[in-house]
């Protein structure tokens, strides 16, 4: 049996793209990533964070991807 790839991805909040509701990360982006993910045989874990620390932990390669950044990213 192959191992199970997991893909860490961090976000912002950003609705309706990438937000957090009580059951787990949710939105546009999410059901997209998750979808292509499938089809891929990957499985991706999403943190939550400010874009600031997103990026940052993104850079420092604490995550593999970043989902979506927030209204405010250039």
């Known amino acids: 049996m192959a191992k199970e790839i997991v893909i860490n991805t961090c976000y912002s909040d950003w ?4 937000y957090i509701e009580k059951n787990g990360s949710k ?7 998750d ?3 499938l089809l891929a045989g990957l499985k991706l ?4 964070q ?4 997103c990026l ?4 420092a390669g ?3 991807a970043i989902a979506d ?4 990213m250039a």
Not at 50 to 53: C, I, K, N, Y
Not at 56 to 59: A, I, K
Not at 69 to 72: C, H, I, L, M
């Open 15 to 18: 609705r309706p793209f990438t």
């Open 69 to 72: 950044g927030d209204a405010g």
């Open 62 to 64: 604490k995550y593999d």
């Open 56 to 59: 940052r932990e993104f850079t």
């Open 50 to 53: 400010p874009w600031a620390r």
């Open 27 to 33: 939105g546009l982006t999410i059901e997209i990533y």
């Open 35 to 37: 979808k292509a993910a």
């Open 45 to 48: 874990k999403y943190t939550k």
